[in-house]
T-cell receptor, first 112, second 112 residues
Framework: NAGVTQTPKFQVLKTGQSMTLQCAQD?????MSWYRQDPGMGLRLIHY???????DQGEVPNGYNVSRSTTEDFPLRLLSAAPSQTSVYFC???????????FGSGTRLTVV | DQQVKQNSPSLSVQEGRISILNCDYT??????FLWYKKYPAEGPTFLIS?????DKNEDGRFTVFLNKSAKHLSLHIVPSQPGDSAVYFC???????????FGSGTKLNVKP
């Protein structure tokens, strides 16, 4: 089925470890974003991309890196995990600015 | 500072009655608004949207109302069904900007 695929679904990291959350979409969407969901905070934008080779920061970019080498993939890298990065992470894509997002099913990350 | 606010964390409604979910925003430049529904362990799914040139948009049992002067939108679900039990997020975007801002969500419980 077409959509947004996120891997892994669950991950536990130790403080200081690095990892990459994977996101892939097969809908040929230009726009892709990463959000984190925390209790009482809703969804907050981490980074976004408007096309291959173009990325920009969202509301809470510190501690995260992204790259967009292809239209399909938009990985999110945690450089040195901290307990404050314990959250549920959602990747989303949309066709262009006039459409809403299609979200992946999320990655639940715990940093101990 | 949250630009989109959902001040009711939860709402409980009897099956068959109307559910009204509210959302307030602070940025008068927002021109496009969406509602998303989220079940546990799944990503948010798009429900309905409205452009700032309209004050009402309907899709089946779901109607979104926009009051620009009050910077307020609401989602009406009539009649409510147990399957509507989920967390509802509102989101807003400023014209020609790529970022969507999400509220903190309202958890709707529809009792049979």
């Amino acid at each position: 089925n077409a959509g947004v695929t996120q891997t892994p679904k669950f991950q536990v990291l130790k403080t200081g470890q690095s990892m990459t959350l994977q996101c892939a979409q097969d809908m040929n969407h230009e726009y892709m974003s990463w959000y984190r969901q925390d209790p009482g905070m809703g969804l907050r934008l981490i980074h976004y991309s408007v096309g291959a080779g173009i990325t920009d920061q969202g509301e809470v970019p510190n501690g995260y890196n992204v790259s967009r080498s292809t239209t399909e993939d938009f990985p999110l890298r945690l450089l040195s995990a901290a307990p404050s990065q314990t959250s549920v992470y959602f990747c989303a894509s949309r066709l262009d600015r006039n459409y809403g997002y299609t979200f992946g099913s999320g990655t639940r990350l715990t940093v101990v | 500072d949250q630009q989109v606010k959902q001040n009711s964390p939860s709402l409980s409604v009897q099956e068959g009655r109307i559910s009204i979910l509210n959302c307030d925003y602070t940025n008068s430049m927002f021109d496009y608004f969406l509602w998303y529904k989220k079940y546990p362990a799944e990503g948010p799914t798009f429900l309905i949207s409205i452009s700032s040139i309209k004050d009402k948009n309907e899709d089946g049992r779901f109607t979104v109302f926009l009051n620009k002067s009050a910077k307020h939108l609401s989602l009406h679900i009539v009649p409510s069904q147990p399957g509507d039990s989920a967390v509802y997020f509102c989101a807003a975007r400023r014209y020609n900007f790529n970022k969507f801002y999400f509220g903190s969500g309202t958890k709707l419980n529809v009792k049979p």
